[in-house]
């Protein structure tokens, strides 16, 4: 059996808020309404506006597919002090 480093990175889950919408289900503000809507989950959640990623795919059938990330930095030391962090 291996022992485990006890400096082990803390590996986040990485957080996504998405969607896609087909032609005539969305029109520029309402998708301007849900890109604000989703980035602001994502900050309720802690995360810095420097860390989200905001990503809108048009398609040429005029369909949109909207992604909203937020990747967790690893932090190295003490996982238990991380919120729903988990020991390795």
């Known amino acids: 059996m291996r022992?485990?480093?006890?400096?082990?990175?803390y590996q986040?889950?990485?957080?996504?808020?998405?969607t896609r919408m087909r032609p005539g289900e969305w029109t520029e503000e309402s998708l301007a309404e849900l890109?604000?809507?989703y980035q602001a989950r994502v900050a309720e959640m802690g995360a810095p506006a420097a860390e989200v990623a905001t990503d809108i795919e048009r398609n040429d059938d005029?369909?949109?597919k909207v992604v909203v990330s937020w990747t967790k930095p690893a932090i190295a030391?003490?996982?238990?002090?991380v919120p729903g962090g988990q020991p390795l």
Do not use: Q, Y
């Open 62 to 64: 005029g369909s949109v």
């Open 3 to 9: 022992k485990r480093n006890a400096m082990s990175l």
């Open 12 to 18: 986040p889950e990485p957080v996504e808020i998405s």
């Open 35 to 37: 890109v604000t809507t």
């Open 77 to 81: 030391g003490d996982e238990d002090s």
